[in-house]
């Protein structure tokens, strides 16, 4: 039996995803943001949800660029204090121990530190209500040597992603494989 | 040291969307979104990313309506299923052991097995490339009792939701909690 709770914005799973980019200032920023997810494939672009007035917002428009840096777990402690001031009011890289590189492919820099990035140039935007929904194209992934597989893809267990809860408002880390894609629904087709 | 793998569409965590709309004929259809998330807060909404000419997406645009439904890890195999083929050929439900109702909030259907599901009319959707970006207002979520919290919101862990891999092509579960959001950056913020 099923329980209605109305009108709400929760799901799962709902990413971690560290925004990066530059200030008029030159100044590297990060921003944590949870709504969002990949939307294209050809071309490959992902879908990022800001509120207006936010800092980032202002910088992507500003250098048609951003990344997406995905945390592994040893970092929730950083990527959560990126959601928890604007950039307006603080430096926020004077304030945790990571490493900042600019982007080789984009007006926007990289968290080092963390195992995955996302390098985007601005293609488009969409509003919805408080939100603006604002589209890059992937130009490049990055990923650290060691959280490869065999076939140079990123491999999820090594990079340890952070899982957002917005019902609770924690963090998970990502579990164990159940099955594979593309496969394990192949028993039905046959029937 | 990091490894430029150049454009792609991956990203961690992919969510496992199944998303549930009547056809013309009035069957009860479910396929599998991998592209999507959460894109906005007041109003609620989900954004889903299909295909052009995918079934789903006339079914919505005839409707103005779909559901997000939720597998739990156990539903992995039909999760999969609803991915593999396109309902203008099959009636999924027809192949798949699930109870299908309607929604009482909108004009779709409701996989009743699963624990979570998002009640969504359409608002808005926005092309890129060979994609669609569907917006719904999610007007009402909907939880099996046995998997909310004590504040009757959506537990995770009894939900057992689905991650998508889309670099492995396998389905993973969501394990530990390792911080409270909101609360494991204060440290930084107190610098």
Not at 79 to 86: E, P, R, V
Not at 154 to 167: G, H, M, R, S, T
Not at 172 to 190: D, R, T
Request: net charge negative.
């Amino acid at each position: 039996m099923k329980k209605n709770l109305g009108a709400g914005a929760v799901a799962f799973p709902t990413p971690v995803y560290i925004v990066g980019t530059y200030g008029k200032d030159g100044e590297a920023n990060a921003m944590n943001v949870a709504w969002g997810g990949l939307c294209s494939s050809e071309p490959p672009c992902v879908m990022i949800a800001l509120r207006k007035g936010r800092y980032t917002y202002d910088n992507i428009k500003e250098r048609r660029a951003f990344t997406v840096n995905i945390p592994s777990a040893q970092y929730a402690k950083e990527a959560d204090f990126f959601g928890l001031i604007s950039g307006k009011k603080t430096r926020k890289f004077d304030a945790v121990n990571l490493t900042v590189k600019k982007s080789e492919t984009v007006d926007a820099p990289i968290i080092d530190d963390f195992p995955f990035v996302l390098e985007c140039r601005y293609v488009k935007e969409m509003e919805i209500g408080e939100h603006i929904m604002v589209v890059g194209e992937i130009l490049n992934m990055a990923v650290e040597e060691n959280c490869l597989t065999s076939k140079n893809t990123p491999e999820i267990n090594k990079i340890d992603p952070l899982i957002f809860d917005p019902a609770e408002s924690t963090y998970h880390k990502v579990g164990n494989e159940v099955e594979k894609a593309f496969s394990a629904g192949l028993a039905y087709l046959q029937k």
